[in-house]
Nanobody, 116 residues
Framework: QVQLVESGGGLVQAGGSLRLSCAASGIIVSINTMGWFRQAPGKQRELVATITSTYGTNYADSVTGRFTISRNNAKNTVYLQMNSLKPEDTAVYYC??????????WGQGTQVTVFS
């Protein structure tokens, strides 16, 4: 199995930046796509960004141009650089790893709060 440990969440002023990190351990050779999801209170969990094992990326329309997902396969780590943060970005952010057999693994979630 895969274990995911996130870091980098916190409180930030609108317009500021945060970088989230997610370190994977366990059977990491099985990981294909990694990504970030977020869930605000009372709302559906939504995809923020994904990155494949060959570094192809995909972003939600709401974050395109502001967020950048990247991964360092040597360090088994995925990152989410968040710039120009808005209050509506406030949510719990979850790291997800997807294996080549389409099995998902989730991190514990980290709170991101953006204030005006």
């Amino acid at each position: 199995q895969v274990q995911l440990v996130e870091s980098g969440g916190g409180l930030v002023q609108a317009g500021g930046s945060l970088r989230l990190s997610c370190a994977a351990s366990g059977i990491i050779v099985s990981i294909n796509t990694m990504g970030w999801f977020r869930q605000a209170p009372g709302k559906q969990r939504e995809l923020v960004a994904t990155i494949t094992s060959t570094y192809g990326t995909n972003y939600a329309d709401s974050v395109t141009g502001r967020f950048t997902i990247s991964r360092n396969n040597a360090k088994n780590t995925v990152y989410l650089q968040m710039n120009s943060l808005k209050p509506e970005d406030t949510a719990v952010y979850y790291c997800r790893a997807l294996t080549y057999n389409q099995n998902p693994y989730w991190g514990q979630g980290t709170q991101v709060t953006v204030f005006s």
